[in-house]
C-alpha cells in the first residue's frame, strides 16, 4: 500500500510538478587534474554551517545569515577561500591544490587507514558509552513531542508554471519556496502536525505515545495518507549498529562494524554550547553499499554526540529515492545528560535519480521538550489500547496551535494551509487528484460508494475462459463501523454468473467485536493454499490464471456461507469463532470429487456437502494498523504472523457429509539481517481426524502460472502432492544488492539477489485413499519434497525473475523439474 501511494504521488507531482534565505552557494570540487572530490568540507567563513560534497564532488549550502565566503578543505588539498560576489550563487566551479596533509591525523584522500586513525579511538569510546547515554541513564522518563510532516512536489522552474494544465490554478506558485539541503524548489502539497505525550520504562523495556493533538491539510482525504507516513517515518537511533528506512537496513556511522564500510576522519574540535567537542567526516567505503555520507560532533568527556549530519549517498541500491537528508541536535541537561532536542529528515522520491527529474520531497521536523525522570507508572499504564480514538484530537483550534507549537510556522508554512484547502476545491485539481486516488486504492468513489476493486475487472481460467467481475462496497469513510461490499461475475466460458457478497458490523469499539456473515458462489482453485479462513470474498486464484503452464481444469465450483464474530481482547491478538455450510463440486468434466459412500466401493457422489464450526486465533506482534473502523489499513513495516485454526466438520446438519476434527498452524517470521538482507521463514502445520473425500484434504499448493505466488511451490502442479497430515518450510532470503555490489561491472545494475529453499511433507490415512472415487492417484510426500531457487530483482526497479529447481520426485508425470517464474512489484 506504501508503496502505491508513493509512486501515486510521485506521478501525481508529474503532472503538478523567490527563495527567502539570505546566502545560497551551489556548486562542485574538483582537483588540478579536473576530476570531483567527493566528501570534501564546504563551510561559510566564521561558521560552523557547512556540508559535505557527494561522491560527484558537488555541494549546496545555503543560510538565513549573510556571508561573503566559503571555505572548502580536504586532506591532502590546502585549504581554499571562496568569495561570495551575492547572496545567490550557482554553478560555482571550485579546484583544490595539493598541499601537505596534516601530520597529526595519518590519513589520506579515498579510504582511510584503520590503523593509528584518532577517529577511530573517539569512535570506540563512543561505542563504550552509548549505552548510559541520554534517556538510558534513567530507569523512566516521560516528554512531549511535536512533530511537523510535509510533502512537497519539487525541482519547479518557470516552463513548469507555464504549463497548460495550470490554468486557472497559478496562483500555487506563489507558495514555492527552496530547500535549504538541495537547493531545488519545492511547492507544499500537504502537510500535518501532532503534539504527543510519550513515557517511558528502561526496566520494563516498554514505551507509551499518547496523541495530544493532530491537524493536516493537502491531500489528505482517507487513511491511505496516514498509512503511508507511518510506514515512512519509522523511529530510530543513530547508536543502533542499523538503521532501518523504507524496507532496507543502514549501517549507522556510530555502528561497531562501522570501520568495515565507512571512512573516519577527524577534522575539528571546538566549544559548542560551552562542551569541547570532536568533529568527524564519514563517508562510505564503497559504492552501492546502504551507508550515509556526513559528519557529528561529539563530546570529549561523555563522547555523547552533540549534533549529527547524515546524507544517503546516491549510489546506495534504494528505489524511488534519491535522497535522504537526516540532521540530530541533542540537548546538554545538567551538564552530562545529552538528550536529542531536534530531529529533522528529509526524503527525495523520484522515479529516477536523474538531477533534473521531478518528484517529492518528504519532510519530518520532530522537537523533544519537557522532560521528566524517574517518575514510575504501573505496568498496566504500558498496555496498548486496542482501537481507542478521540476525535477531540483532530478538532483543536488554531489558538491552541499557536499555543502549543514547540516553533511557529513560518510565513510559508502558515499559507500552506489556505493554499491547499484552496486548491483542493479547484475543478482540474480534483480531477487529477482522483485519479491518484483511484490508483492508490483500486476504488472509484461515488459519494458513499466506491466502485472496484478495478484491478480484478478482467480475468481468465480454463474453465470460465474471459471472465469479467464488477464490485464495489459502501466507504463513508476510514473508520466506517460497518461495511457492505460485493460483486457479481460472468465467465464466457460456462456462460454461467457468479457473485459474492458480505457484511461486517462492529458492535463494540473498545475491543472490536465484528460480527459478519456473507455468501459467495464461484469458481476456485482450492489447491493453490493451505491455511485459509472463511472469509468470503477472500482471494480466488481461478479468476487470476491469464498466463498459465500446462493445461488447468482442475477447478472447484463453490457455494460458500459464513456467519462469525471475532474480537481483539489486547493489541494485534485476534480470537474469533464461526459457521460455515459449503457446498464444493467440480467444474470442469476433466476433474472429478467423486468419493465413495459405502464400504462395497459401489455407490458414488459428486457433490460435497459440508457443515462447519471454526475457532480461530491470530496474534501479529509490532504490526501497525492505521484506522478504527471495521477495516483497517496495515502498515508495511515486517510484523511476525501466527495464525491457528480449529475447524469441527459435523455431519448430518443441513444435510451435512462429513464428520472431522482439523487443526492448522501458520507462522511466518521475517528476518533483517543488518546489512546483509532479509529473510522470511514461513511454517505451515495441519493435520485432520476423520474420513474426508478430496474436496475437503490439504493439497500441497502448486504453482502453475507464471508468477511468483506466495506461500506456493513453483514447481508443483496442482493436486500433484495431496494429503491429510502435512508440514511446509519456506525459506527465503534477499540480499538486497549486498554481492552484485562487490561485482564491478554489475554495480550500476542495483540488482538483488534473492535465493530460497521450500520442503514439504505430508500422509495419507488408508481410510481416506479408501473413499477415493475421483480417479486420481493419491500421492503424499512421506519423503519429503524439497525445491530451491535464486532469483534476480530489481531489474528496471519493479520485475523480479526467479529459477527453480526440483530437489526430489522428478520422475512424478508431468513433472516440473525446472522452472522459471517472474513477478512485478513496487519495492524500495
Not at 270 to 285: E, G, L, S, T
Amino acid at each position: 500500500m506504501t508503496k502505491k501511494i508513493l509512486l501515486s504521488l510521485v506521478l501525481l507531482s508529474l503532472f503538478l510538478n523567490v527563495a527567502f534565505a539570505q546566502t545560497k552557494v551551489s556548486g562542485y570540487v574538483i582537483d588540478n587534474t579536473n576530476q570531483p572530490v567527493p566528501y570534501a568540507n564546504v563551510i561559510f567563513k566564521n561558521s560552523k554551517i557547512g556540508v559535505v560534497t557527494d561522491e560527484n564532488g558537488k555541494f549546496y549550502i545555503e543560510s538565513d545569515q549573510t556571508f561573503t565566503a566559503i571555505i572548502v578543505s580536504f586532506i591532502g588539498y590546502q585549504n581554499k577561500e571562496v568569495p561570495l560576489p551575492k547572496a545567490v550563487n550557482y554553478n560555482f566551479k571550485v579546484t583544490l591544490s595539493d598541499g601537505e596533509a596534516l601530520k597529526e591525523v595519518v590519513i589520506f584522500a579515498g579510504k582511510t587507514s584503520k590503523k593509528n586513525n584518532p577517529a577511530l579511538d573517539i569512535l570506540r569510546k563512543i561505542w563504550e558509552r552509548k549505552r548510559k547515554n541520554g534517556l538510558r541513564m534513567f530507569n523512566q522518563y516521560q516528554y512531549d513531542k511535536y512533530e511537523k510532516i510535509e510533502f512537497d512536489m519539487n525541482r519547479i522552474d518557470s516552463a513548469f508554471m507555464k504549463n497548460k494544465l495550470f490554468k486557472g490554478v497559478e496562483f500555487i506558485f506563489n507558495k514555492v519556496d527552496t530547500s535549504r539541503v538541495t537547493g531545488k524548489t519545492y511547492l507544499p502539497i500537504f502537510i500535518n502536525e501532532s503534539l504527543y505525550e510519550v513515557n517511558g520504562d528502561n526496566l520494563l523495556g516498554k514505551t507509551k505515545e499518547i496523541i495530544k493533538a493532530n491537524k493536516n491539510s493537502g491531500l489528505s482525504n482517507g487513511d491511505g495518507v496516514n498509512t503511508f507516513i507511518s510506514d515512512l517515518y519509522s523511529q530510530y537511533d543513530i547508536y543502533n549498529n542499523h538503521l532501518n528506512f523504507f524496507d532496507k537496513s543502514f549501517t549507522s556511522p556510530l555502528s561497531k562494524t562501522g570501520i568495515d564500510v565507512y571512512n573516519y576522519i577527524l577534522r575539528d574540535s571546538a566549544f559548542i554550547d560551552k562542551k569541547w567537542c570532536y568533529n568527524i567526516v564519514f563517508y562510505p567505503r564503497r559504492k552501492n553499499e546502504l551507508t550515509f555520507k556526513g559528519d557529528f560532533w561529539v563530546n570529549d568527556t561523555t563522547f555523547a554526540i552533540k549534533t549529527i549530519n547524515m546524507e544517503v549517498s546516491k549510489s546506495a541500491n534504494i528505489n524511488w529515492v534519491k535522497e535522504i537528508y537526516i540532521e540530530q541536535e541533542f540537548d546538554v541537561l545538567n551538564d552530562s545528560v545529552f538528550l536529542l532536542k531536534r530531529d529533522y529528515m528529509m526524503s527525495d522520491f523520484a522515479l529516477n535519480k536523474k538531477e533534473k527529474s521531478k518528484g517529492i520531497y518528504g519532510k519530518r521536523t520532530t522537537l523533544f521538550d519537557n522532560h521528566k525522570f524517574n517518575i514510575e507508572k504501573p505496568e498496566k499504564f504500558y498496555k496498548e489500547e486496542v482501537n481507542f480514538i478521540d476525535n477531540e484530537v483532530f478538532t483543536k483550534s488554531d489558538e491552541f496551535w499557536e499555543e502549543n507549537r514547540f516553533e511557529k510556522l513560518n510565513k510559508d508554512e502558515i499559507g500552506i494551509y489556505k493554499m491547499l484547502d484552496t486548491l483542493k476545491t479547484v475543478k482540474k485539481f480534483k480531477q487529477m487528484y482522483n485519479l491518484v486516488s483511484i490508483l492508490g486504492s483500486g476504488y472509484i468513489q461515488k459519494g458513499n460508494f466506491d466502485f472496484g476493486p478495478i484491478f480484478s475487472i478482467f480475468g481468465y481460467n480454463d474453465v470460465e475462459q474471459i471472465r469479467l467481475r464488477v464490485g464495489g462496497r459502501t466507504y463513508f469513510g476510514p473508520n466506517d463501523k460497518w461495511r457492505l461490499q460485493g460483486y457479481t461475475a460472468y465467465g464466457f466460458g460456462d456462460n454461467k454468473v457468479k457473485y459474492g457478497m458480505s457484511g461486517k458490523w462492529m458492535i463494540d469499539k473498545k475491543k472490536r467485536v465484528i460480527i459478519s456473515g456473507g455468501n459467495r458462489r464461484d469458481v476456485e482453485q482450492i489447491g493453490a493454499s493451505l491455511t485459509t479462513t472463511n472469509d468470503v470474498l477472500g482471494r480466488s486464484f481461478a479468476s487470476s490464471s491469464l498466463f498459465a503452464s500446462g493445461n488447468n481444469g482442475k477447478l472447484t465450483n463453490i457455494n460458500l456461507t459464513n456467519i462469525a464474530i471475532e474480537m481483539e481482547p489486547s493489541k494485534n491478538f485476534v480470537i474469533g469463532t464461526g459457521f460455515s455450510y459449503r457446498t464444493l463440486e467440480s467444474a470442469s468434466n476433466v476433474f472429478s470429487l467423486n468419493y465413495f459412500t459405502d464400504a462395497a466401493k459401489t455407490a458414488t457422489k459428486s457433490q460435497v456437502k459440508q457443515s462447519e464450526v471454526n475457532l480461530q486465533v491470530e496474534y501479529t506482534p509490532k504490526k501497525k494498523n492505521v484506522g478504527y473502523g471495521v477495516e483497517r489499513l496495515a502498515v508495511d513495516s515486517p510484523y511476525s504472523q501466527l495464525f491457528l485454526n480449529f475447524s469441527q466438520g459435523v455431519k448430518g446438519v443441513f444435510n451435512s457429509d462429513f464428520d472431522y476434527t482439523k487443526v492448522q498452524l501458520f507462522l511466518k517470521q521475517p528476518i533483517i539481517i543488518g546489512p546483509l538482507g532479509r529473510t522470511n521463514i514461513t511454517l505451515e502445520a495441519g493435520k485432520t481426524f476423520g474420513t474426508i473425500p478430496l474436496g475437503l484434504m490439504s493439497i500441497i499448493p502448486g504453482n502453475q502460472s507464471y508468477f511468483q505466488i506466495e506461500n506456493t511451490f513453483a514447481n508443483l502442479n496442482f493436486y500433484e502432492f495431496i494429503s491429510d497430515e502435512y508440514t511446509t518450510l519456506q525459506w527465503e532470503h534477499n540480499f538486497q544488492g549486498r554481492l552484485f555490489s562487490r561485482i564491478p561491472f554489475m554495480k550500476k545494475l542495483n540488482w538483488r539477489e534473492i535465493v530460497g529453499v521450500r520442503g514439504a511433507y505430508g500422509n495419507i490415512s488408508q481410510a481416506n485413499r479408501d473413499i477415493n472415487a475421483t480417479g486420481q492417484v493419491y500421492l503424499a510426500p512421506t519423503t519429503p519434497y524439497w525445491e530451491y531457487s535464486a532469483g534476480i530483482g530489481n531489474i528496471f526497479k519493479v520485475f523480479r525473475i526467479d529459477c527453480s529447481w526440483r530437489g526430489n520426485y522428478k520422475d512424478v508425470p508431468e513433472a516440473n523439474n525446472f522452472t522459471v517464474k517472474g513477478s512485478f512489484g513496487f519495492y524500495f
